[in-house]
């Protein structure tokens, strides 16, 4: 499916409820046949208003609802015969509580420093909710600092002399576990310049070369675009190579692996191809940042197994389909727990996993953002994506994974509020 044909269609969905199927398919004409008059008395029935002339004749046309006929059973023909009832959607009772504490301790005497934080997204939905933040330290200056459409959530905080710098930021979180429902579908479609945004390629994730030449081979002649991304879902289960010895959550460099056709790593790595494949063949897709803040009832290695959440930074992906919205996947736990369970492939509880990660985020987890090339306020340089503490000393950035005193730590457990 093209880009320019798959936007088409999302602008189709949003004329569901209008006059686009308020009127049925006209009929072929037909030869004129004698009428019988009627005799006179009664006066002929007036036709039945459509949407159409309802419109013109200055009355608000009909809403169509869940309940309403025309979308429950439409016209033959028409694109909604083919997609599921709307469906209002469930909130979900099962909600859980952590609370993330990040600290930070700097010692550098007679010099300026400045941090930025990823921190849990404030745009609130049907898996993750932001409580509030509170913090304690002896900064110059602190505050919060946000972009339109998840793009970057950061707290910033600067001292003119880190001599004995310190900063406790705690966050509380609730979430509930995450799944796609194929019964059900969203009637507002997703915004075009955000659809848009999702097919492009960034400094690190590419949508043509190497990576169509990819989907392509990948998908075939799959028309269907939940098959579509299904196989490509299934192609990186079966080829991706988890790295388990590489900081954080990897590079998230795309661009390398499809020109070393070395797949894999963490992630970022992994679930950063599957963003770029596809992007490649026209279905939106984004990479979400975040953070794993509990235990997980799936696999072991799948979840945090104390408090310490240091080094627990995970990128999950998600996709785009009209009428359903964003779809959640993860490919790369899939390949992270063959590597550090040592599944092997034919064990029936990996095919399990499979299918879960297709459609299903275990809500152990907390997402920060969605943003990638990510320019901080009053600096030059640009980030591929923001999932780390950014920290600079005497202007100079330093990396957090990288030095010989640890510059901060996270820790995250389940609470009670």
Not at 67 to 79: Q, R, V, Y
Not at 88 to 106: G, K, M, S, V
Not at 234 to 247: E, K
Not at 323 to 341: K, N, Q
Request: charge should be positive; proline fraction near 8%.
């Amino acid at each position: 499916m093209k880009r320019r044909d798959f936007l088409a269609s999302t602008a189709l969905f949003s004329l569901f409820a209008g006059e686009a199927l308020a009127a049925p398919r006209t009929p072929a004409k037909k030869k004129p046949v004698a009428v019988r008059k009627k005799p006179a008395g009664k006066p002929a029935k007036k036709p039945a208003t459509s949407a159409r002339n309802a419109t013109a004749a200055g009355h608000r046309p009909q809403v169509h609802s869940a309940a309403t006929p025309l979308i429950d059973n439409p016209p033959e023909g028409t694109s909604a015969s083919r997609l599921p009832p709307v469906r209002a959607q469930e909130l979900p009772t099962d909600w859980r509580t952590y609370e993330i504490i990040t600290t930070i301790t700097l010692d550098s005497p007679g010099q300026s420093a400045r941090i930025w934080l990823p921190i849990p997204s404030s745009q609130d939905n049907l898996y993750q909710r932001l409580l509030g933040h509170s913090w304690q330290g002896n900064t110059s200056a602190a505050g919060i600092l946000r972009q339109p459409d998840g793009l970057l959530e950061a707290f910033h905080a600067e001292w003119r002399n880190a001599e004995k710098a310190s900063l406790r930021l705690v966050t509380h979180v609730s979430t509930a576990d995450r799944h796609f429902d194929v019964s059900r579908r969203s009637v507002a479609p997703e915004r075009d310049d955000i659809l848009r945004r999702n097919l492009q390629t960034t400094s690190q994730i590419p949508n043509d070369g190497l990576a169509k030449q990819l989907g392509e081979r990948i998908v075939g002649r799959i028309r269907d675009p939940v098959a579509q991304v299904k196989a490509i879902y299934d192609w990186l289960c079966d080829n991706a190579i988890y790295d388990p010895s590489l900081p954080g959550c990897g590079t998230g460099n795309v661009n390398q692996q499809l020109i070393s056709a070395q797949y894999g790593g963490r992630s970022a790595d992994i679930n950063g191809l599957f963003v770029a494949v596809c992007r490649s063949i026209g279905i939106p897709a984004r990479c979400v940042f975040g953070l794993r803040t509990g235990p997980s009832r799936l696999f072991r290695s799948l979840g945090l197994r104390s408090d310490d959440a240091t080094r627990s930074q995970h990128v999950r992906a998600e996709f785009y389909l009209p009428g359903f919205g964003w779809i959640p996947v993860d490919p790369s736990d899939v390949r992270r727990a063959v590597a550090i369970e040592a599944l092997p492939e034919q064990d029936g509880r990996l095919a399990s996993l499979r299918r879960v990660l297709f459609g299903v985020w275990e809500m152990n987890w907390v997402a920060f953002n969605v943003g990638t090339d990510i320019q901080l306020p009053e600096q030059d340089m640009r980030l591929p994506f923001f999932a780390l503490p950014e920290i600079h000393i005497g202007g100079a950035r330093i990396d957090p994974l990288n030095t010989a005193t640890p510059l901060y730590s996270i820790s995250a457990r389940k609470v009670e509020l």
